[in-house]
């Protein structure tokens, strides 16, 4: 039987099963990361999209959240479909014949 070991003085506690059963004691994002296999998640972005961590750490998702957030819906749609390549675009009709 697994005993949790809550102290008293805590009011909850967090616990991961990975690599082993244990309370998280440290910093909860990197046990999340750790847990939901962030670093082969990066080897893959990687290795797919040509696009390594410090790219990554250097996206401004902040300022990306306001600035789509300050559009009208349709605005917004259109923008997000450009920047992921969605758009039926003159050059993507071009390479889909």
């Known amino acids: 039987m697994f005993d949790p070991d809550v ?3 805590e ?3 967090v ?3 990975h690599p ?12 999340v990361n750790d847990s939901l296999g962030y670093n082969d ?3 893959l972005i990687d290795h797919k999209h040509n696009i390594n961590i410090t ?3 250097h996206i401004n998702t902040i ?3 306001k600035t789509l957030s300050a559009m009208k819906v349709f605005q917004r749609a259109s ?10 675009t003159f050059a993507s009709l071009c390479c889909q014949g």
């Open 7 to 9: 102290t008293p003085a």
């Open 11 to 13: 009011k909850w506690a």
């Open 15 to 17: 616990y991961t099963t």
């Open 20 to 31: 082993v059963l244990h309370k998280v004691i440290g910093n909860l994002s990197s046990v």
């Open 41 to 43: 998640m990066l080897e």
């Open 55 to 57: 790219t990554i750490n």
């Open 63 to 65: 300022a990306q959240k």
């Open 79 to 88: 923008t997000v479909k450009l920047l992921q390549g969605w758009a039926p």
